[in-house]
DNA sequence: TAGTGGTCTAGACCACAGG
DNA sequence: CTGTGGTCTAGACCACTAA
């Protein structure tokens, strides 16, 4: 009950004072960003929580609501609060908003084109707040659906979120659990910027298209759990056969 | 306390069980639409709503938290709970995610080149589920931002929502908020479905561009907080100067 | 100062999953 | 059956707003 690991971060000295709620849920998310729960583990039921806290249950409960409004945690009636995973199956289409304009379940797969260390471009500097020496990872990835080529991504990752990524020779097309299982980097948030342009002779090829074919040109920029920029993405996406779908309330 | 006029909706038969909260939530929902608050007026205080539904202010709390979440009403502490209204500075960039490249806060304007009653197009019929010979109004607009044009608009409206909303000579450009004010339709979620396509000849007059330029095509089906669609809009928009913007988590 | 929403507690009971 | 999260209640106190 008395100096439990969880005790620390909470009773503020009164100035800049937060509600409980909010400071049992910073903690909470904190010791998972620490890796105290790993994702897909378990936490304690909302009783243990209370008392290694020294708050009620209710006030652990509008915690663990609030972290499951934010994705952080998934709650399932009678088994319990659980650190919130990006399984292949389960996350995938959450990032990925292009659909094929008929129905279609089918999942994009992704077919890696080359991966290399080098300079930050001053585009990606920009968009990852890098300075000016530091280098990223760059991915290459053509993606498929419905056995056609539908976009094509680059992808900056700063090496210091990403360390030897480039050296690794199992990179899978489900990115976003790869930066989670192997990095301890969970997505939590995009901000998606579209534009319209034409196809360069580039792109024409890549994707098996006519130059000046138009596209929509997604630029990315991804943020973690804990509020960091850790990858900025270039996506050309057709359209003729694919639409960029989003529901705004 | 008894036969007031909230008691009805409440205490169901057991079967297709709701929680309180979200049956209290509903009544209250429901009470909107039929007008009894107008948007831009308060709701009784919890205290008074528990009263009148015969359950506990947690449980109304519960409900008015879920209708905040919902957009559909706001709570101002100190003040008290109010229909959420269309203000015109208020939720003007709620549903209007084009944004100008650089730093702008200016906000969009809009000129009405045509308002014409007419047999729905296919595409409308198919959106907004219309059947073959209802009557839509039909309008086209032409948008600025930054003092250029940057989007031209034609939008849809099922005469049935919106009855002889093409005689009127008042139209503003500020249109939710007309809906909601008038036609007592209160926009509240949108589903944009978006491409890039090339400028035709006549889109390049409308927005002073040149033909073949790259244009993003939103396709937008709305729908009112009851769910109805009330509205499918065409937006052509330029994307040299401006991109569309959304977050996603 | 009076009235509102916001926080926190304590405890009861229900619904659900799994051994 | 046990333990989990989900609902509901009752009441205390705080923070904010406006008259």
């Given at each position: 009950?008395?100096?439990?690991?969880?005790?620390?971060?909470?009773?503020?000295?009164?100035?800049?004072?937060?509600?409980?709620y909010?400071?049992?849920?910073?903690?909470?998310?904190?010791?998972i960003?620490?890796?105290?729960?790993?994702?897909?583990?378990?936490?304690?039921?909302?009783?243990?929580?209370?008392?290694?806290?020294?708050?009620?249950?209710?006030?652990?409960?509008?915690?663990?609501?609030l972290?499951?409004?934010?994705?952080?945690?998934?709650?399932?009636?009678?088994v319990?609060?659980f650190?919130s995973?990006?399984?292949?199956?389960?996350?995938?289409?959450?990032?990925?908003?292009?659909q094929?304009?008929?129905?279609?379940?089918?999942?994009?797969?992704?077919?890696?084109?080359?991966?290399?260390l080098?300079?930050a471009?001053?585009?990606?500097?920009?968009?990852?707040?890098?300075?000016?020496?530091?280098?990223?990872?760059?991915?290459?990835?053509?993606?498929?659906?419905?056995?056609?080529?539908?976009?094509?991504?680059?992808?900056?990752?700063?090496?210091?979120y990403?360390?030897?990524?480039?050296?690794?020779?199992?990179?899978?097309?489900?990115?976003?659990?790869?930066?989670?299982?192997?990095f301890?980097?969970?997505?939590?948030?995009?901000q998606?910027?579209?534009?319209?342009?034409?196809?360069?002779?580039?792109?024409?090829?890549m994707?098996?298209?006519?130059?000046?074919?138009?596209?929509l040109?997604?630029?990315?920029?991804?943020?973690?759990i804990?509020?960091?920029?850790?990858?900025?993405?270039?996506?050309?996406?057709?359209?003729?056969?694919?639409?960029?779908?989003?529901?705004l309330?």
């Amino acid at each position: 009950m008395s100096n439990s690991m969880f005790d620390h971060k909470l009773s503020s000295p009164s100035l800049d004072f937060q509600p409980l709620y909010l400071q049992v849920a910073d903690s909470i998310k904190q010791l998972i960003v620490k890796r105290h729960w790993l994702p897909g583990e378990a936490l304690p039921s909302e009783f243990r929580l209370a008392e290694e806290f020294n708050v009620s249950q209710g006030t652990v409960r509008k915690a663990l609501n609030l972290l499951t409004d934010n994705k952080i945690v998934t709650r399932r009636q009678g088994v319990g609060t659980f650190v919130s995973e990006h399984t292949s199956q389960d996350a995938l289409f959450r990032f990925f908003p292009l659909q094929a304009d008929g129905k279609s379940d089918n999942s994009p797969k992704a077919e890696l084109l080359s991966v290399e260390l080098c300079a930050a471009p001053a585009e990606a500097i920009k968009a990852l707040q890098l300075n000016k020496k530091d280098k990223v990872t760059k991915l290459v990835r053509r993606r498929i659906l419905d056995n056609e080529f539908c976009m094509s991504e680059t992808i900056y990752l700063p090496q210091s979120y990403f360390p030897d990524i480039h050296k690794s020779s199992d990179i899978p097309h489900t990115l976003y659990h790869y930066y989670q299982s192997k990095f301890n980097q969970t997505v939590h948030k995009t901000q998606d910027s579209i534009k319209a342009v034409l196809a360069t002779i580039d792109d024409a090829k890549m994707l098996a298209i006519k130059a000046g074919d138009p596209l929509l040109l997604v630029s990315r920029i991804t943020e973690s759990i804990e509020g960091k920029r850790i990858e900025y993405r270039l996506s050309k996406c057709r359209s003729d056969h694919y639409h960029y779908q989003i529901e705004l309330d």
